[in-house]
T-cell receptor, first 109, second 115 residues
Framework: KNEVEQSPQNLTAQEGEFITINCSYSVGISALHWLQQHPGGGIVSLFM???GKKKHGRLIATINIQEKHSSLHITASHPRDSAVYICAVRPDTASKLTFGTGTRLQVTL | DAGVIQSPRHEVTEMGQEVTLRCKPISGHNSLFWYRQTMMRGLELLIYFNNNVPIDDSGMPEDRFSAKMPNASFSTLKIQPSEPRDSAVYFC?????????????FGPGTRLLVL
């Protein structure tokens, strides 16, 4: 079992829909990252969380440390949000990042 | 700032050849990370440096891989000899701190194909 599990693996939505991507992990962590990988391959860091919630534009990330779970929400989705969204955690016991396998999002008109 | 710069962007080589990937981190960042991404294994951390010193190279797959950071503005990842299974996208990232608790800024990646 992977330390970091994401769901769903693939997601198709229509423009304007509210989107939720989930990340569950099995170890204690000190930080969780959400990354966005564009169709061209470039990777952008969206959020780094250790508790609570962060918001940037139409993107919101939340984390529940007790439940070992994080969600990435996109409000009013747009085709340009189409990308792979990757969750990564920094375990308490190791100075490294462990990555999820990503959620591929396609937003259509 | 130009962001993290990687070169080359694409590399095609034959099995057995030496491959050198280059990275220039964002000025002022003191940590640099090398990642590899494949379809089968996703993103993996290979090695990272803090203040030009290698901190953890446990992700380096084998002795054929080596990385150096001779100064704060330049790092190389070398594969010698290369093998087809090394085909992947190699990303370099930099950060203000080493402990994965700050935002990492990724370069555009080098797409490597070993024939």
């Amino acid at each position: 079992k992977n330390e970091v599990e994401q769901s769903p693996q693939n997601l198709t939505a229509q423009e304007g829909e509210f989107i939720t991507i989930n990340c569950s992990y099995s170890v204690g962590i000190s930080a969780l990252h959400w990354l966005q990988q564009h169709p061209g391959g470039g990777i952008v860091s969206l959020f780094m969380l250790s508790s609570g919630k962060k918001k940037h534009g139409r993107l919101i990330a939340t984390i529940n440390i007790q439940e070992k779970h994080s969600s990435l929400h996109i409000t009013a989705s747009h085709p340009r949000d189409s990308a792979v969204y990757i969750c990564a955690v920094r375990p308490d016991t190791a100075s490294k990042l462990t990555f999820g396998t990503g959620t591929r999002l396609q937003v259509t008109l | 700032d130009a962001g993290v710069i990687q070169s080359p962007r694409h590399e095609v080589t034959e099995m057995g050849q030496e491959v050198t990937l280059r990275c220039k981190p964002i000025s002022g960042h003191n940590s640099l990370f090398w990642y590899r991404q494949t379809m089968m294994r996703g993103l993996e951390l290979l090695i990272y440096f803090n203040n030009n010193v290698p901190i953890d190279d446990s992700g380096m797959p084998e002795d054929r891989f080596s990385a150096k950071m001779p100064n704060a503005s330049f790092s190389t990842l070398k594969i010698q000899p290369s093998e087809p299974r090394d085909s992947a996208v190699y990303f370099c990232a930099s950060s203000l701190e080493r402990d994965f608790q700050e935002t990492q800024y990724f370069g555009p990646g080098t797409r490597l194909l070993v024939l």
